[in-house]
């Protein structure tokens, strides 16, 4: 969050929860930030996923560190913080963080889980926006609820054709 972005300001606001997942995820992959990655990452709903990242996150929330009310930011005691972390980087370190903030903060939502969807397939296999997961899900709660697909298509029928019972 210390890192500058598009503004070239230091702290600049993480637009929201996937993208800092999503940042976080890209710092590990496409950079050597650290020899080994600090979160692990799993496929979720939306893509690469870190349970521990989430978890620090609400406690960076809790503990007045970071404001999440408008995307996530340090707040004056985080950036202190921040600032004395920030001092201990090497060069490359330093340069990987404002290139991933740079590159991936300016994106939008959509744009920024296309490329982490196109680039890391292995991490969009729960993920709520593939069609096939999707059709998948709702295959397995048609079966575990015995919905049929005569069902489906009466239901969608009444939807399409809505009987005015005022009218009878």
Do not use: C
Not at 134 to 155: D, G, P, Q
Request: aromatic share 12%.
């Amino acid at each position: 969050m210390f890192a500058r972005g598009e503004t070239l300001k230091d702290n600049e606001s993480v637009p929201n929860k996937t993208h800092l997942q999503k940042e976080m995820f890209l710092l590990q992959k496409e950079t050597s930030f650290l020899e080994k990655p600090l979160f692990e990452f799993v496929p979720h709903y939306y893509g690469p996923f870190s349970r521990d990242l989430e978890e620090e996150t609400v406690t960076l929330v809790i503990s007045g560190k970071v404001n999440d009310s408008d995307g996530y930011f340090l707040t004056k005691e985080g950036y202190k913080e921040a600032h004395k972390l920030w001092k201990q980087l090497t060069p490359a370190q330093i340069r990987a963080l404002i290139r991933i903030k740079e590159d991936y903060n300016r994106i939008s939502t959509e744009e920024l889980l296309d490329y982490v969807y196109n680039k890391y397939k292995k991490y969009t296999t729960k993920s709520a926006l593939m069609l096939d997961n999707i059709l998948e899900n709702f295959h397995k709660y048609a079966v575990e609820n015995n919905i049929t697909e005569e069902f489906i298509i009466e239901a969608f029928d009444k939807v399409r054709h809505p009987v005015n019972e005022d009218s009878n």
